[in-house]
């Protein structure tokens, strides 16, 4: 792998780091270490609806994500359906993500 060299990176660079952390923790964890060894700094948004990770911090957890969405997590994992799960914690996701970008651009 190509080192980028610490200067490659603005300080105010924040990467907002959207994934499942509840069965994708382990990968997420090395992608959370990178960016944090090269001065980035890591806004983490769990978006999986079977439980979370102590791997490193969260800071917007899947609850918050579903309630983006208009529901609540457990009405989420209660519809018992991977596909309306993926669908709805990405509405929610993009709801968050659209609130951020609209109060960065103002």
């Known amino acids: 792998m190509k080192k980028v060299p610490k200067t490659a990176t603005p300080n105010n660079l924040n990467v907002v780091m959207v994934g499942c952390f509840d069965t994708k ?3 997420f ?3 959370y270490a990178c960016l944090v060894k090269y001065g ?3 806004t983490t948004m769990n978006v999986g609806v079977l439980g ?7 800071t917007i957890q899947a609850e918050t994500v579903a309630l983006a969405a208009g529901l609540k997590l457990s009405e ?3 519809k018992n359906d991977r596909g309306a799960a993926l669908e709805i914690m ?3 996701a993009a ?3 659209s609130e951020f970008y609209s109060r960065k651009i103002k």
């Open 25 to 27: 923790g382990e990968d």
């Open 52 to 58: 979370t990770t102590d791997r490193f911090p969260v």
């Open 90 to 92: 990405g509405n929610g």
């Open 29 to 31: 964890e090395c992608l």
């Open 40 to 42: 980035v700094q890591v």
């Open 76 to 78: 989420v994992k209660a």
């Open 95 to 97: 709801n968050i993500l």
